[in-house]
């Protein structure tokens, strides 16, 4: 004969239970908390009175049979499988071990539960009888039927759960209710009760020793939202479809540079291949703002008062669910308070990230800008009932352990510390980028000379502490390099003084260039309609007229050639080596109506010459203010030639340009002189100087300028035969 | 021929007006030309002046009012999914010639261009062709081959062309010498247009290749630059051949359309409308024509025309010397065999995988160069071949010149497609500007 044997479990398994995967009160009491978030509750309030605690909700509460089929049963997973509250909430509990857990706090438990269109229910359990039992079954749970006055729930609802413990275990004087404050406030993330998603849930503490301390728990709230210098916000989205998580990091004015600024970057899941080739993680975002604990903050917040309450409340929380899993972020465990390895990264001086990419390498140790958990507050936000029901039973995912307080250890959590991690890293990487920017601009703004005042005063600091000898000797070096340097910033305000509208005639130019388009266009149609009045009353002399019109609109167009390179994107792209014939013959075609009576050769130039890489700009810019010159040289000559030669030796190639002008006039080893800006080779008297070109002694600076850019050289060299002046590019 | 002129200023207008009304008259076309310039808000005496000039000589009306309303249409369609009764200002011409530069309107928002309404004009009118002037500072563009390369209309010139025979009436325009064999034939571009557009709307969702009847062994010869142009997706590194065949137009304008802003050219690709299908046939006709001339023939390496053809094959000429009248015969002659040799032509070019279908695509002949590479037969011919050609073609010219090594030209440069043998000449004609210079020295 065959019979069935059952398992007898012992009650005092329930008091192990409790007790070894829920040890704290705080731990213990969010899950009731939780509780009233699943029910929908918008509010929930903590009563501490004489020897007991009330937890009191304005949820749906429940009927006899919810209360028997899921409160009376341990370790029912309805939570697991049912997605969201009747109230649409996303369930935060899961294994319903959060009423094992009151033991922990209280002998004994009381339940009034009212839901609507039921009978109200009052329960009561003495945990004392349950462990004295001999069997789990033998737990009795007393029940009974019973009107409840709305009072007894927040807000005047006449729905709702009061859950009061009695017999309470610990005594809870001011500083231990504060502590449990303190957990509680901070068990809803901040950024839901700040931003813009709240979710109407609010946490009440009723208790006389502690007073006032919700409210400077929250005002101290308000002041962190306020003061923020950098912000770090992150969203993952579909990650297990392969989508990438969304950093955006901002900078407040005047934290590392003087202007706002934003970056955005995006990353793949995982950040490295340790953890695995794919993300095992869906969804997450994450918010992180960090602190300037020097220097005046704003709203009238004192910095010391900042540092106090990010030391107490600060560092970067997670959230399951909206509810923040102790362990993280908290100061009673090291590996839990640093769990992101910010503190081990800045004790051991990294100075690169491991996780950023290359292309993101600034100059410098960036890295020792990370943000320490003092002066950070943030809240990274996880779903594990999602994730759970993302992996579909296979492989790992962000999954809560039974003690309630952390993550397993796994694959997907290292995933997800890796992704937070690369996020800070990016602050610290991006802040010192802007740091070194700032410097730029300030060396930049900082003239030399009073960068050398600036060494002058550190040396009068410092004259005690050097021999008097020395500090004589070094306070005149330093005092005379300060006067040559006042001569050569005047020097080169003067110059900027030419320069500056020189630039500015140079852009109304080729506006001007645009408008000669237009004008052409009319002087088209007027000669057009001149030759048809011409052929209509026979009347020669209005052709004559016509063909002038065309001849001035003929030179007009010629003149815009001068400007083309400068309007034509390819012409002004330095991606290749040019023809050095094909750029000499465009520019001397575009010199022509402004050097008239100039014969120009350009056939000595080899047609398989090449000047070294430059933009088609670039080198008839070069060849244009040489042909300048040229004209300026040869205008009281009876002869106007200028020839170009060009050749290649071994390695070596020139350009030589030669003209019939008046030459140097100064021996050619003083040549090189006419390459300083300013420098004037030819005095042209008042009749000629109208017909010059340039004439502000900067041709041939920007000559040399050009060319130096492009690894070429400038100087005049011996004449050629038959010409007065030689110059030669070399490259 | 009707033709719609669009430009801000008066003065500007008239000109332009008055331009084209004497080409019509010169070279014997019919056009009926109406302006639509700045009527309301004239700011001095000086633009008083103008308008009253414009009016006295042609119908005006006025253009603010016009792109208002062009607009409103192109919102209520996006937004509304409706197109709104009647016609509007822009409807019934058969070409709209709109300057680059409207910023004299004073319409709020971003300052208007040709450009900025181009894309709605051919969207929402039923004007089939536009051509921008003044969008860039040259005559002859050495870059692609087209024009105004950035231009959203059909074709960007200077206004100052818009009098030449060339432009209008291609035959027997031997007076001038600035011909530039990439211009259009303006006069037959609506009439082409609007066949294409017919071709389109019945075979929207039907593969573009297919459609227009690509052999088979070409698509692996087009570039990727081209496909990407019809398609993002079909540029695919791994799609293979068939991705492009499977381009439609509807696609095409839902996925690369030029025209359009994104969210409205996928907004109007969705719409089951009746008169979306029109803006789709529209804007993709002008687009593929576009994209025939530029990316395809642009190159003359998938789609090859007569002079090209010519210069690269003169075998084809048959065994006498090239003369630069009988080259230039593949030019002047619109019929078969494009003053190709008739019996080589009947042999190699007749043929129906080697000939383009260009009715009504492209305003000229042309053929598919890779079955002409692939051929043993054209091989030996140019094998054979004994007569040697120093014949360049002109592409500013429209005509064959001897190559010289002078300094007095034909002048090689290299446009900026990415193929090989992109070396090509002009003769650099004074008082024009070519663009961009470095063009020559590459």
């Known amino acids: 004969m065959k019979k069935t044997l059952w398992f007898k479990v012992d009650a005092s398994l329930i008091k192990e239970l409790g007790e070894r995967l829920i040890g704290r009160a705080d731990i213990a009491l969010g899950e009731l908390i939780k509780n009233s978030f699943d029910a929908d509750a918008t509010t929930c309030r903590v009563v501490f009175g004489d020897d007991r605690i009330e937890v009191i909700d304005d949820g749906h509460g429940m009927d006899a049979d919810s209360f028997e089929q899921f409160w009376m049963r341990v370790g029912t997973t309805h939570k697991l499988q049912k997605r969201e509250s009747p109230g649409g909430r996303t369930m935060t509990g899961s294994k319903g071990l959060g009423r094992l857990a009151t033991q922990f706090l209280a002998d004994r438990l009381e339940i009034t539960t009212a839901r609507r269109r039921h009978p109200s229910l009052r329960a009561w359990v003495d945990w004392r009888d349950a462990t004295n039992s001999s069997d789990l079954t033998s737990v009795g749970v007393k029940i009974e039927e019973k009107e409840v006055p709305n009072s007894d729930f927040p807000n005047n609802s006449n729905y709702g759960t009061k859950v009061t413990l009695l017999g309470l275990k610990q005594t809870w004087d001011t500083q231990t209710l504060e502590t449990l404050g303190n957990s509680l406030w901070q068990l809803r993330s901040p950024f839901r009760q700040k931003g813009t998603d709240q979710e109407g849930f609010d946490i009440e503490i009723a208790a006389s020793g502690i007073q006032g301390a919700e409210e400077a728990f929250n005002k101290g709230l308000e002041r962190v939202f306020d003061n923020w210098r950098a912000r770090i916000r992150g969203r993952l989205s579909d990650g297990r479809s392969g989508a990438k998580a969304s950093i955006t990091l901002e900078f407040k004015a005047d934290y590392g540079a003087d202007d706002a600024e934003e970056f955005k970057e995006r990353v793949t899941l995982p950040v490295r291949p340790d953890w695995g080739e794919e993300s095992l993680i869906d969804r997450c ?117 039974s003690g309630r307080d952390r993550l397993h250890d796994n694959g997907a959590f290292r995933q997800l510390r890796d992704l937070i991690r690369y996020a800070t890293d990016l602050y610290a990487n991006r802040y010192r980028q802007r740091v070194l920017r700032q410097s730029e601009e300030d060396r930049d703004r900082e003239s030399s000379v009073d960068t050398q005042k600036r060494a002058l005063t550190v040396l009068e600091r410092n004259k005690d502490e050097i021999p008097t000898r020395v500090y004589r000797e070094l306070k005149k070096d330093v005092e005379s390099a300060i006067k040559a340097t006042e001569a050569h910033e005047e020097d080169l305000d003067r110059r900027a003084a030419i320069l500056a509208p020189l630039a500015s005639a140079g852009m109304a130019a080729l506006a001007l260039n645009h408008e000669i388009g237009r004008e052409t266009r009319l002087l088209q149609d007027a000669s057009a309609r001149l030759r048809r009045l011409a052929r209509r009353i026979g009347e020669p002399e209005l052709v004559e007229l016509a063909d002038q019109f065309e001849a001035i609109r003929g030179r007009m167009l010629a003149l815009q050639e001068l400007f083309a390179p400068l309007l034509d994107e390819s012409d002004k792209a330095a991606i290749s080596r040019l023809k050095v014939r094909a750029v000499a013959r465009q520019t001397v075609d575009a010199m022509r109506p402004v050097t008239p009576g100039v014969s120009y050769s350009t056939s000595g130039i080899p047609d398989d010459l090449y000047f070294p890489q430059g933009s088609f700009a670039e080198w008839s810019a070069l060849i244009q203010n040489i042909l300048s010159n040229a004209w300026n040289a040869m205008l009281q000559s009876e002869t106007r030639n200028v020839v170009f030669v060009g050749g290649q030796r071994g390695r070596k190639s020139w350009l030589r340009i030669s003209d019939t002008g008046r030459g140097l006039g100064v021996p050619l080893e003083e040549a090189a002189k006419f390459f300083q800006p300013f420098e004037r080779g030819i005095e042209l008297d008042d009749k000629l100087r109208a017909a010059a070109l340039g004439g502000q002694g900067l041709g041939l600076a920007i000559v040399r300028m050009i060319a130096s850019r492009r690894n ?13 002046t030689t110059l030669e590019v070399g490259w | 021929m009707k033709i719609l002129v669009c430009d801000d200023r008066g003065d500007d207008a008239l000109s332009v007006a008055q331009r084209i009304k004497q080409a019509s008259s010169d070279y014997g076309f019919d056009a009926e030309v109406t302006v639509f310039s700045k009527k309301n808000e004239l700011k001095n005496d000086e633009e008083k002046a103008a308008l009253a000039k414009l009016e006295a000589s042609f119908p005006t009306s006025d253009l603010k009012g016009a792109i208002t309303d062009l607009f409103a249409r192109e919102e209520a369609a996006v937004e509304s999914n409706t197109l709104g009764e009647g016609a509007i200002a ?348 470095s063009s020559f020295s590459v």
Not at chain 1, 714 to 720: A, C, L, M, Q, S
Not at chain 2, 109 to 123: K, M
Not at chain 2, 140 to 168: E, M, N, R
Not at chain 2, 325 to 335: H, M
């Open chain 2, 90 to 437: 822009f409807d019934g011409f058969d070409i709209a010639v709109i300057d680059s530069n409207l910023a004299y309107l004073h319409i709020t928002g971003a300052r208007h261009t040709a450009d900025t309404v181009a894309g709605p004009i051919r969207s929402f009118s039923t004007t089939p062709y536009l051509v921008s002037t003044n969008g860039a500072d040259f005559d002859f563009d050495l870059q692609y081959l087209v024009g105004d390369p950035k231009t959203v209309a059909d074709f960007g010139i200077p206004a100052s062309h818009l009098g030449s025979q060339w432009l209008w009436k291609r035959t027997s325009s031997k007076l001038e010498s600035f011909r530039p064999w990439y211009w259009p034939d303006l006069l037959n571009a609506p009439k082409r247009r609007r066949e294409q557009i017919k071709l389109i709307g019945d075979n929207i969702d039907n593969s573009i290749v297919k459609t227009l009847d690509f052999p088979k062994g070409v698509l692996s010869s087009i570039p990727r630059s081209a496909v990407a142009w019809l398609s993002p997706d079909a540029d695919d590194p791994r799609a293979d051949e068939s991705a492009l065949s499977k381009v439609t137009f509807r696609t095409f304008f839902r996925n690369a359309c030029r025209s359009l802003p994104r969210n409205e050219s996928e907004a109007l690709a969705d719409s089951k409308a009746a008169w979306a299908k029109d803006v789709i046939a529209r804007v993709v006709a002008a687009e593929l024509e576009h994209w025939l001339r530029r990316e395809l023939l642009g190159p003359q390496e998938v789609l090859v025309d007569s002079p090209h053809l010519i210069s690269r094959m003169p075998f084809l000429l048959g065994s006498v010397a090239p003369t630069s009248d009988r080259l230039q015969a593949s030019v002047e002659s619109s019929d078969p065999p494009y003053g190709i040799d008739k019996g080589l032509y009947a042999a190699h070019l007749a043929i129906d995988d080697r000939q383009f279908k260009n009715e009504p695509w492209l305003d000229r002949p042309a053929f598919w160069r890779p079955p002409l590479m692939d051929s043993g037969a054209i091989a030996k011919l140019a094998l054979e071949y004994n007569q040697s050609s120093d014949f360049v073609f002109l592409e500013d010219q429209s005509r064959f010149e001897k190559r010289n090594t002078g300094e007095s030209g034909p002048w090689e440069f290299v446009s900026k497609f990415d193929s090989a043998g992109t070396l090509r000449y002009v003769g650099q004609l004074e008082g024009v500007r070519y663009a961009p210079k």
């Open chain 1, 285 to 401: 975002r994450f918010e992180i703002l960090i602190f300037n604990l020097s220097g005046r903050q704003t709203a009238g917040l004192h910095v010391g008062e900042l540092r106090e309450y990010l030391q107490s409340y600060g560092n970067i929380g997670v959230y399951d669910n909206g509810f923040r899993l102790p362990y993280y972020g908290a100061s009673v465990d090291p590996g839990g308070y640093d769990w992101l390895g910010l503190a081990a990264d800045q004790a051991r001086r990294l100075s690169v990230s491991e996780l950023l990419p290359e292309r993101l390498r600034v100059d410098g140790r960036y890295m020792l800008d990370l943000p320490a958990q003092g002066r950070v507050f943030g809240a990274v936000e996880i779903s594990t009932q999602w994730e759970r029901r993302e992996v579909r039973g296979k492989g790992e995912y962000l999954e809560i352990l």
């Open chain 1, 712 to 724: 070429a050289s400038v100087r005049f060299v011996e004449p050629e035969e038959g010409f007065a």
